[in-house]
């Protein structure tokens, strides 16, 4: 696992930072606002607060577009290399979802001091196909396939 690069984490200020409302941000609180170029949503890694186990939240902002989709395909597609739905707040368009610790194919990509090797190609392929696969069979589509959503 590749880890996350250093100036793509914005470390959180204080818990008053996070975005989380309602019953969300009753159970858990902002660790950390991952960087993210959309002006529809935010991704945080959060905490519970009863266990300490850390997650990752998709907070939208003033659009519904998309939303009802991304929380049924995470919460119905069953493969390892997808993150599981924990909780969705439909009032308030937010998305709680397992945290796969690491970072997205872009910023590796990005980080112009590593070499890509034949073997790391192929086992990044493998994995995408054999992921994007299970998806079609469980009669699911990903619309945005892109290095920053890998």
């Not at 250093?6 to 959180?12: F, R, T, V």
Request: charged share 25%; aromatic share 8%.
């Amino acid at each position: 696992m590749i880890n996350l690069l250093p100036g793509h984490i914005q470390p959180k200020k204080s818990l008053d930072d996070s975005p989380l409302v309602g019953m969300l941000n009753r159970d858990y609180k902002g660790i950390k606002k991952i960087n993210h170029q959309s002006v529809r949503s935010e991704i945080w890694v959060v905490e519970s607060r009863d266990t300490s186990q850390q997650f990752l939240a998709k907070i939208r902002y003033n659009s519904r577009n998309g939303y009802e989709q991304e929380r049924d395909c995470l919460r119905f597609v069953n493969h390892p290399l997808i993150p599981s739905l924990v909780v969705a707040d439909d009032n308030n368009l937010q998305l709680i979802r397992e945290y796969i610790p690491g970072t997205s194919l872009d910023y590796f990509v990005d980080d112009h001091s590593k070499e890509f090797h034949e073997s790391l190609l192929a086992d990044i392929r493998s994995q995408l196909l054999h992921t994007v696969t299970s998806m079609h069979t469980q009669r699911y589509i990903h619309r945005d396939i892109k290095p920053g959503n890998v």
